[in-house]
Each structure stands twice: as C-alpha cells, then as structure tokens.
C-alpha cells in the first residue's frame, strides 16, 4: 500500500526545481520511488543546481534500498554530480 502522505509531500516539494523522482529518492520513499519508475519517470534527469541524479541523491542519504530500485530499473549508477562526485 503507497504511503499516500509520502506522494503529497513528493507532488509539493518537486514544484521548486526538483523532479518528482529525485525528491522521492532524496527522501527514501521507497514506494514513491517504485511507482514513479514504473511510470516511466526520467532516472536520469538530475536536481538542478548539484546535477545529482535521483541514484546519485539515494546514494548520498544511504537509500540503499531506493538505489537497488534504481539500479535494477536501469538508472546510470556510474553517474557524477556536478563536482564529478559519484556514488
């Protein structure tokens, strides 16, 4: 069953730049996450100002959970921020 106050909160917090995707995984809601990809969301459109990918944030906040989602889904686990920091 979706955490149905973890979507709202994704649909109101990717209003500032960040794509619905990037902010599920930034947050580890992990069934956000899996319902955005098997929607079709871009894995690998990155969060505006550090170019990190939705992998690259999961990565960062220990997600390892929403990584494996990602990384089974296809998502480029060898992607770089803007800093060329990977995970």
Known sequence: ??????VHMVQQTAGS???DLGVAAKCGHLDC??????SGADMELAITLTRM????VASKYGYRDVC???????ANIFA???????S
């Open 33 to 38: 996450v899996k319902a955005l990809v098997e």
């Open 53 to 56: 990918t939705p992998y690259l």
């Open 68 to 74: 494996n989602v990602l990384e089974g889904a296809g």
């Open 17 to 19: 730049g960040d794509q």
């Open 80 to 86: 770089r921020d803007f800093r060329g920091r990977a």
């Open 1 to 6: 069953q979706m955490d149905i106050a973890a």
